[in-house]
């Protein structure tokens, strides 16, 4: 399907494809992105928040950490979403052995209504240097 014969307003040459040149060029992206999905029981809401709110800020000062954002669903208090951002595959791994990650896991262990979910994605746009 021609997208730029359905949408002729949009302008095509972006960061993504930033002119003639970049047709050429090879296609990678190297970033690490996990998203993690928790539900909290009620109970936990404010707890866990302020916990996750001290180990997202420390985690986000990791070298190997290039964005971590900590999400509350707005209809559902209860669901949380960490979305996380690693510059190497090595980075994750890194993560978990820091202080203040084994803290929070101990602290917000039994505040899970249910067990949380992760899956690994590789960004596609923005581009690397965009992070």
């Known amino acids: 399907m021609d997208f730029r014969r359905l949408l002729p307003e949009i302008r ?4 993504l494809s930033p002119g003639p040149c970049a ?5 990678h992206r190297s970033m690490h992105i996990l998203i993690v999905q928790a539900r909290v029981k009620p109970e936990f ?3 866990f928040k302020q916990a ?3 180990n ?3 985690s986000a000062k990791e070298p190997g950490v290039a964005r971590f954002d900590f999400l509350q669903q707005q209809d559902d208090p209860s669901r949380f979403v960490l979305y996380e951002v690693y510059r190497d595959a090595s980075a994750p791994a890194q993560h978990k052995q820091t202080a203040h990650y084994l803290a929070w896991a101990e602290t917000v262990s039994h505040m899970f209504q249910e067990p949380r979910t992760r899956a690994f994605f590789t960004n596609v746009f923005p581009v ?3 992070f």
């Open 12 to 15: 095509w040459q972006s960061r």
């Open 23 to 27: 047709t050429n060029r090879p296609y």
């Open 45 to 47: 809401i404010d707890a």
């Open 52 to 54: 996750t709110a001290i």
């Open 56 to 58: 997202a800020e420390n």
């Open 128 to 130: 690397d240097d965009a």
